[in-house]
């Protein structure tokens, strides 16, 4: 189906055809359309262009009005203050281009990119045998929610989850492993989430058993040292051994994953190992392009804008003095690979803000080393920190960081009771559904709606209220136009363009029809929150529909009709919006 053009779009290129036609060098002159409380829409873009060609910007108003073709699309303009238009719509419009975006039951409207691009993002990105914590919430929420986007756009999307699987503690817990070979058996039976738990468990029984064998025997410690030598050199049995710690890392990872309601592969899972074999080249092409110089036994680059409380430069250390390799060689290597194998011409990593100027000074060496350039760009999705209701870094009681279980299931535990509070004809088995849906839901979309870069609170309380900017709120709007729909029975949503509006028809339905717009730039920003903030308008203002306007009991047949046509072009945008955020919209609540 052909892509619907927007509203918006008509309006803007009627103003451009009537500048045009007012004033030669206008043509092509954006009108700056908006919209706005005075009428449908604003446009401003006469009074810079009056400036410019030296001209009464009132006077220039209203020669352009004289152009404009009204009846159809445009109903009345007016010249506003020193120059402003003034735009209502005509109700017929309102309902026929949201009849067409209707018809496109699968997209409602929003157009696929010209010219897609090869989209690499890093997100969702733990460490092997160890918890997932409340600092991993983001970086996968957001993630995901990118990763919708862009590819409901027609964005090719590659994902990478650069798990932390490598390293010196690994030497550590092989060798415990070795010693000690039924530490990770496993019971039968169990089921995904069970065996994540008891899978976390192990690794953290091992681990902790492992750190103290260490840290008391000298032998064992010596021991563990020449096994990370073993691993870094490839020998068979340490690297079979470190494969049971990635797998059994993986069955936890996946867990977690599966009650965010996350699908994360197995082949998108290329942690800093896979990079391995990469690291030597990586620094021969960095020190023989000069890109990289040697500085005390170590391959370094250096940058003129960043130095040290005292004044001297800090370096990126590519390797180490003693032949060891850093996050600088791995990710840069990373970032080869993402450009000449996958063929990315956007790298995004979606990674806290506190890692700023490391991904400043890599993008920076890749730059120099000629990985990125004009048709390759990277770019740090930069996020906050979640912070508890003190504004301080979330931490528990006794100031340990949250496991990231503890904190869904709580959330499913609150939802859960508002559930059942609200539930009607609802069953336990329904209500323990519904409650996850609405409690993952509510983690997801609080972290969504705040603009990433900014810090946000974590407030269960807020989160899982059915009044302000919460996913429940929306939730339970689709959930009221569902059981309205139900109630219909045998009478359809038909749109009947003749129809004149309500001023609350007219709002909704114009705030629906700049659904395209919102996931565009959604998109193209890598902002999840712009869609959020959409979504939470247009159920504020299905809200209002519904108190000013009966639609059941609607004065006639035809108005019955459109007013149901009105609710499902909601409810269909409110479950594609909140699909591409990651979030359910269940039927019932």
């Known amino acids: 189906m052909a892509p619907v053009t927007s509203l918006t779009d008509l309006v803007s290129q009627r103003l451009t055809d009537a500048l045009a036609s007012s004033l030669p060098e206008a043509d092509g002159v954006d009108p700056l359309l908006r919209r706005s409380d005075r009428a449908d829409f604003q446009a401003n873009g006469i009074l810079a262009l009056a400036k410019k060609a030296k001209a009464n910007p009132r006077e220039l108003a209203t020669q352009v009005v004289e152009r404009i073709t009204t009846g159809d699309v445009i109903k009345d303009v007016e010249v506003s203050g020193p120059g402003f238009l003034n735009i209502t719509i005509t109700d017929k419009a309102i309902t026929e281009n949201l009849a067409a975006r209707y018809a496109d039951t699968d997209r409602l409207g929003v157009p696929l990119a010209a010219h897609p691009g090869t989209t690499v993002i890093d997100y969702a990105q733990p460490n092997v045998a160890k918890e997932m914590h409340v600092g991993h919430l983001r970086s996968a929420v957001i993630g995901d929610s990118v990763v919708q986007l862009l590819e409901f756009t027609g964005e090719n999307v590659v994902r990478r989850h650069h798990i932390g699987d490598w390293g010196t503690q690994f030497g550590m817990l092989i060798q415990y492993l070795i010693e000690h070979p039924h530490e990770l058996d496993h019971k039968t039976g169990e089921d995904l989430q069970a065996s994540g738990e ?117 370096p990126l250390i590519v390797q180490k003095s003693d032949g060891g390799f850093g996050y600088a060689a791995t990710d840069l290597s990373a970032i080869r690979d993402r450009v000449f194998n996958l063929k990315a011409t956007s790298i995004i990593y979606v990674v806290d803000a506190r890692q700023s100027l490391h991904f400043k000074m890599v993008f920076e060496t890749a730059r120099r080393a000629g990985w990125l350039n004009d048709d390759v760009k990277a770019y740090q999705l930069a996020f906050g920190t979640v912070l508890g209701k003190d504004g301080k870094p979330f931490k528990t009681r006794e100031g340990e960081t949250v496991r990231l279980v503890d904190l869904l299931d709580e959330a499913i535990d609150r939802a859960s009771a508002v559930v059942r509070e609200k539930a009607q004809d609802l069953s336990e088995e329904e209500i323990a559904e519904r409650g996850t849906q609405v409690g993952i839901g509510a983690v997801k979309y609080a972290d969504l709606s705040t603009s990433a870069n900014r810090d946000y609170k974590f407030d269960l309380d807020q989160m899982v209220s059915l009044n302000g900017d919460t ?96 609710c499902d072009v909601t409810a269909r945008t409110l479950h594609q919006g909140m699909a591409l955020l990651g979030i359910r919209t269940p039927e019932r609540l």
């Open 198 to 314: 008891e899978a976390m468990s192990n690794l953290n029984r091992l681990y902790k058993a492992s750190r103290v064998l260490f840290d008391s025997d000298e032998e064992f410690k010596t021991r563990a040292r020449r096994r990370v030598v073993d691993l870094q050199a490839g020998d068979p049995e340490t690297l079979a051994m470190w494969q049971k710690f990635v797998d059994e890392s993986k069955i936890y990872f996946y867990s977690v994953f599966d009650k965010l309601d996350m699908e994360i592969l197995d082949a998108d899972v290329v942690g800093e190992s896979g990079y391995n074999d990469m690291l030597q080249e990586t620094c021969r092409l960095l020190e023989e392009s000069g890109v990289a110089v040697r500085s005390e036994g170590a391959l370094c680059v250096f940058f003129d804008d960043v130095k040290g409380p005292d004044g001297n430069p800090v």
């Open 471 to 566: 996913s429940v709120y929306l939730q339970y709007a689709y959930a009221r136009i569902q059981s309205i729909l139900r109630k219909a029975g045998d009478v359809r949503p038909v749109a009947h363009p003749a129809l004149e509006l309500a001023d609350a028809e007219r709002a909704l339905g114009l705030h629906a029809d700049s659904f395209a717009e919102v996931v565009a730039e959604a998109a193209s920003e890598y902002a999840p929150h712009k869609l959020a903030a959409y979504l939470y308008q247009l159920a504020s203002l299905y809200t209002s529909f519904y108190d000013k306007c009966p639609v059941l009991k609607a004065e006639t047949p035809q108005q019955v009709e459109n007013r149901l046509f009105l």
